[in-house]
């Protein structure tokens, strides 16, 4: 294969999704909802493009019932002297505005298409520097494709602009010669930072490549590069001073709205939201070297963010890497450093909320990984054949498997992978509120997947022919459980390592210590697996359901 025929491959490639972008009607496919973050950005994209502010007016609320339909599924709003406006960065919507003037919502696709040719053409290049044009190829589609990377490009959201952005600031800082290159990589730094804080990490390859160097001219270059990096990310932060009269996008009265809206009516006004701040973060912040060592393990391995599941490229890059010169060894520190201080600082979620595919926050450092291509053994590209098997829900439905983000994570190879305890408030099964933290009596449980059908009493359901797992949050006072189980039929109960099996035929009672347990905060938690057969149970009068087992539990 020639490289001619790779590029025209990621033109077709390319092609295929500006032909679904241009086809696409995402109102209709997202069934006129939202997931995630996603409606206030599709609001701060349309507010920038025909208005030119990131105001909140009531117009907004209008403009989205016109061109989307119904209202919108969660906003963040804040209030200072100067008015309402919308709690996010402007980067991406303001990068997305001139599309979105032109085309409307399909706007939002038709610049995803463009950056994903953008990052699919870096890519090969990067590849080309080791690697024959076919292997090349191969590499730049594995790396997009056999992660879940592409899947955000189906979101209104700033994951794929920021995974996009710090390609391009990579690629323009680290391969072009001409110095007036990597001057605007630090420009485009100072956006990308806005963006997210954590970005700056960017500025150690751009900057440390040259000043680590040890050579005058490439310093005096580092410094200058740092110099405009600096005044960037000060300007952004000037211009959100200048039009909301606050420097940070998430400081002032800051506020959650997702039933009703400001102006929506009389009766709606900004102090109904959900009252959201960073004020007292560092008395909520909590870490141990348990937890800290926790969330390394899950960082990689575990089941809903996992990157052995979700960006298995990216962790084939990270083992295959085998040094070099000073390059690679700047971007491979520079990832320990992302990696530490994600899992450090956010270490209740750092796997970026429920509503999300992997780790949202992973995106943001994968530009990093992939610059590390041509230092790597190759050996790295033939473990890439498992990724499928974990993701085909996402290739066989993008725009469902990001609605229902916990799909990947309840498929028949979860019980090989944990459950990221320390992320249970946010891993994507709580989108669901009947599986999120449901209250049972001193304890609270969290249901992992969709075999549980309802509750009777004190009872709790369980689908026939189906493992129900969940995490029970229990207090930490708790020194044992007892267990009711009933039912018809051959049942499985797991706990602690205990593996039990019942051929029950009415009601069976038993306690158990609770011996381990992982503590967060004010809670312990732990896991619970029941597996039963089909028996019909009646639930309420003139309604049935085809239920296993029930059970019901009470701490000690």
């Known amino acids: 294969m020639s490289e001619k025929q790779a590029r025209q491959i990621i033109i077709f490639v390319f092609l295929i999704f500006l032909s679904f972008a241009l086809r696409f009607s995402v109102e209709i496919y997202q069934n006129h909802g939202f997931f995630d973050d996603e409606a206030v950005y599709y609001m701060m994209a349309y507010s920038i493009a025909f208005d030119g502010d990131i105001v909140y007016g009531k117009e907004d609320l209008l403009r989205l019932s016109r061109n989307y339909g119904g209202l919108p599924q969660g906003i963040f709003l804040k209030k200072t002297k100067k008015g309402i406006f919308f709690a996010k960065s402007y980067a991406y919507p303001l990068v997305a505005a001139p599309f979105v003037r032109l085309f409307k919502n399909k706007g939002f696709f038709i610049l995803a298409a463009l950056l994903l040719l953008m990052d699919l053409m870096i890519i090969f290049k990067i590849s080309r520097k080791k690697f ?53 990589a630090a420009i485009l730094l100072g956006l990308l930072t806005f963006s997210k804080l954590t970005n700056a990490l960017f500025a150690l390859p751009l900057v440390g490549v040259r000043f680590f160097s040890f050579r005058w001219k490439e310093i005096l270059k580092s410094v200058l590069l740092g110099i405009v990096f600096v005044t960037s990310v000060g300007g952004f932060f000037l211009l959100e001073k200048v039009h909301t009269g606050e420097w940070n996008y998430m400081g002032g009265e800051r506020r959650s709205f997702y039933y009703h809206f400001p102006y929506e009516s009389k009766n709606v006004t900004f102090d109904k939201g959900h009252l959201m701040s960073t004020e007292d973060y560092w008395e909520r912040f909590y870490l141990t070297p348990r937890v800290f060592l926790l969330n390394l393990y899950y960082f990689f391995t575990g089941r809903f963010a996992g990157l052995l599941i979700y960006f298995l490229p990216a962790l084939l890059l990270l083992i295959a890497f085998r040094g070099g010169e000073l390059r690679p060894w700047i971007l491979f520190v520079s990832i320990l450093i992302g990696i530490f201080s994600s899992i450090a600082l956010m270490p209740d979620n750092f796997i970026g909320g429920g509503g999300c595919l992997g780790n949202r926050y992973f995106p943001n450092l994968y530009p990093l990984f992939i610059f590390l291509i041509p230092s790597v053994r190759e050996w790295f590209r033939k473990p890439l054949w498992i990724a499928p098997f974990f993701l085909y829900p996402l290739y066989l439905a993008p725009i469902l498997s990001s609605a229902f983000p916990a799909t990947i994570g309840k498929m028949g190879f979860r019980d090989f992978f944990p459950v990221e305890l320390t992320q249970i408030n946010s891993i994507p099964t709580n989108i669901n509120p009947h599986a999120f933290r449901v209250p049972y009596g001193k304890i609270f449980i969290y249901h992992l997947d969709d075999n549980f059908c309802g509750r009777q009493g004190k009872y709790i359901l369980l689908k026939g022919n189906s493992k129900a797992e969940m995490v029970l949050a229990l207090p930490l006072e708790t020194q044992k459980l007892r267990f009711w189980l009933r039912g018809n039929g051959l049942v499985t109960f797991e706990f602690q390592g205990l593996k039990r099996k019942f051929l029950l035929s009415g009601e069976k009672s038993f306690e158990l210590p609770v011996r381990e347990a992982t503590r967060l905060k004010t809670v312990k938690l732990v896991q619970l697996r029941i597996k039963s057969g089909f028996a019909r149970e009646v639930i309420k009068k003139r309604t049935s359901s085809f239920c296993g087992a029930w059970f019901r539990i009470e701490a000690f």
């Open 132 to 184: 024959s044009p076919k292997i090349a190829l191969i590499i730049s589609l594995s790396v997009m494709f056999l992660s879940v990377m592409w899947g955000y490009s189906f979101w209104i959201s700033s994951e794929f602009f920021n995974f996009s952005l710090g390609m391009l600031i990579l690629y323009w800082g680290l391969e072009k010669k001409e110095f007036k290159y990597p001057v605007f």
